[in-house]
């Protein structure tokens, strides 16, 4: 069976491939890291009942079926897609609050420069 | 003239079928419509009584806890983990052997409504439109309110007075279109009921428009109103003032701040005025509102039938303020459906999706089914009415 598979590109340059590791605990559940209710409601005592149903298996067996399977995988990757925007979320929030940083930094100093003159100004 | 039969059943068959999907807010629901194809409907206008059955009509909400909204994240959540769940069993109950032979139309609601829960829909409706080779219909929400109210009642040309959680529109159709004649200028009338229900923390099972509404039957000063800022501008009509003056009372009322005069009678100290009794007034004062500019729209167009659909249509008491304003007009009269059909649900966007289908009407591109929040009623040609 071909395993399911994901691409991420972006402009500056990263590249990513996706690929579930068939044996691996995380690609054989339904009930992915990610893809829960929010801590919100829960914090607000909702009780989950809209859980994703199991994996469907092979009657009689514990293997599971192709769409068994395949809905397994994809949670799997399902989750590696979302923590690894996440990161990426987390980066840019970081590059973007340096720059806000530097850009206010150098804003104090220009000010600074201004009204030091200003008040050289009017010593003279 | 139209004609409703301009595309032949599938099959040779003498009835279309039609699936439809609809999640634009906390609802889920899943529907099978079927159409007979009848030789009245060639070149006539009755797109409002197509004969239609519901062969399934099945519905599952996504409830949160009192006083919590429901979230997007949350909503599309429940969507995509009950939508195969909700199918099979619409697919079962309607007695369909073979989705791929039986259905000709896959309806999905394309909006209005909220982003993330509609996407969760419409991905599963691709997926059943490639599974099993049937095209796809996307609906406006609002139209399938309007064209299920006018197939369940018969309402030939009614005004139509739209109240949910997320829209307040009066309407009218004219030229191709259903055109807005008046709507809410900031919060849906839904909307504010909700938030007041949150505010009294009251549960959201079956909903909270409907606890409230039975708060207010029970209301022991119902000759008393508490004065709340009537705001009608034209035809459209303002409820967020009516929202922060009523919880601002609410609040007050739960503190019990007896320099609160509404509340608390000046001398003696003594509580004048309950829940219920807050329940009560805010109804009154919004269904006078909602009254009063569709009253308006029924001269200008000069109709006397309304025709009451989305959430708040169930309402039995905004039902009896049209019903008394329709009555002192020349025989007007008032059309309503239940909850089956006034409710969110998939037999609605199967209706009106089956009526575009019918005109030819399809999805030829997947680009063309992306989902968007916001979507007029008016930007919809109605390719069915004359």
């Known amino acids: 069976m071909a395993l399911p598979m994901a691409e991420y590109s972006a402009p500056d340059g990263v590249n990513k491939s996706f690929v579930p590791i068939p044996d691996d605990p995380r690609y054989l559940t339904t009930e992915g890291r990610t893809t829960g209710p929010s801590d919100h409601v829960l914090n607000a005592g909702q009780i989950d009942r809209d859980k994703p149903s199991e994996p469907k298996r092979v009657q009689g067996g514990t293997q599971m079926t192709y769409l068994g399977q395949l809905r397994t995988q994809l949670t799997g990757l399902q989750d590696d897609i979302n923590e690894f925007l996440t990161e990426r979320m987390e980066l840019a929030k970081n590059k973007k609050k340096k720059a806000d940083a530097d850009e206010k930094r150098i804003q104090e100093e220009i000010n600074q420069l201004l009204d030091g003159g200003d008040a050289e100004e009017e010593a003279d | ?386």
């Open chain 2, 1 to 386: 003239m139209v004609n409703l039969n301009t595309v032949a059943p599938k099959n040779n068959r003498d009835y279309y079928i039609a699936l439809g999907l609809e999640g634009s807010a906390n609802k889920l629901g899943v529907g099978v419509v079927k159409h007979p194809l009848l030789p009245k409907h060639a070149n006539s206008d009755l797109s409002y009584d197509c004969e239609a059955e519901m062969l399934s009509n099945i519905r599952d909400t996504y409830v949160t806890p009192p006083g919590e909204g429901f979230l997007p994240r949350d909503t599309a959540r429940h969507h995509r983990n009950w939508c195969v769940r909700l199918i099979k069993q619409a697919i079962a109950e309607a007695g369909l052997q073979d989705p791929a032979l039986d259905i000709d139309v896959i309806c999905f609601t394309r909006g209005p409504g909220m982003g993330a829960p509609l996407h969760s829909v419409v991905v599963a409706a691709r997926t059943c439109s490639l599974l099993w080779d049937v095209p796809l219909v996307g609906v406006n929400h609002c139209i399938g309110h309007i064209e299920m109210g006018r197939e369940i009642t018969k309402a030939q040309n009614p005004v139509v007075l739209y109240v949910s959680g997320g829209n307040t529109q009066v309407i009218a159709y004219s030229e191709k279109r259903y055109r807005i004649f008046g709507e809410t200028l900031d919060i849906a009338i839904g909307n504010c009921l909700d938030r007041f229900a949150r505010t009294l923390k009251i549960p959201n099972e079956p909903s909270p428009g409907y606890n409230i509404e039975q708060l207010a039957r029970s209301a022991p000063h119902k000759d008393a109103l508490v004065e709340l800022p009537y705001t009608v501008k034209g035809m459209d009509l303002s409820m967020s003032g009516i929202l922060a003056s009523i919880d601002s009372l609410a609040k007050d009322l739960f503190k019990g701040n007896k320099k609160n005069k509404i509340l608390f009678d000046r001398q003696t100290g003594e509580q004048k005025v309950t829940v219920e009794d807050l329940c009560y007034s805010l109804q009154e004062n919004l269904f006078a509102m909602l009254v009063e500019i569709t009253e308006r729209a029924m001269a200008h167009v000069n109709s006397n039938q309304v025709l009451i659909v989305g959430g708040v249509g169930c309402n039995v008491r905004l039902q009896e303020m049209m019903a008394q304003m329709c009555k002192d007009r020349a025989n007007g009269q008032v059309h309503a459906t239940d909850n089956r059909f006034c409710i969110d649900n998939g037999v609605m966007i199967a209706q009106a999706g089956l009526l575009e289908y019918r005109m030819g009407g399809i999805v030829k591109d997947f680009s063309e089914t992306i989902v968007t929040q916001k979507f007029r009623t008016d930007e919809v040609y109605a390719a069915w009415r004359d």
